[in-house]
Nanobody, 121 residues
Framework: QVQLVESGGGLVEPGGSLRLSCVVSVTSFMIDSMGWYRQAPGKQRELVAKFTSGSSISYGEAAKGRSTISRDDAENTMYLQINALIPEDTAVYYC???????????????WGRGTLVTVSS
């Protein structure tokens, strides 16, 4: 079973910062990757950052250089910090995990409901 619950979105002024949280609950699956994506109005969903192969991190072009992904395994929580926000960061931010039940099974992607971030003065 997989449950993802995001929080931390809202209205932020340009130049500000925010930290998103995702409580990740995964049972009976192996985790291939976990991370954050975003989807702006009228655009495709894009990678912000993700953990792969344990603690390796991959950043997408979205908010590159201004975002930091982190996790607290004791709290089953993943975070996304974004600094120097610009209006183009306005989007729904989604928590994602890719899991498989056994090593050679096909991977399955799960998504949270998303949290809206609006960057505006």
């Amino acid at each position: 079973q997989v449950q993802l619950v995001e929080s931390g979105g809202g209205l932020v002024e340009p130049g500000g910062s925010l930290r998103l949280s995702c409580v990740v609950s995964v049972t009976s699956f192996m985790i291939d990757s976990m991370g954050w994506y975003r989807q702006a109005p009228g655009k495709q969903r894009e990678l912000v950052a993700k953990f792969t192969s344990g603690s390796s991190i991959s950043y997408g072009e979205a908010a590159k250089g201004r975002s930091t992904i982190s996790r607290d395994d004791a709290e089953n929580t993943m975070y996304l910090q974004i600094n120097a926000l610009i209006p183009e960061d306005t989007a729904v931010y989604y928590c994602n995990v890719v899991v498989r039940r056994r090593l050679f099974d096909n991977p399955i992607a799960y998504w949270g409901r998303g949290t809206l971030v609006t960057v505006s003065s």
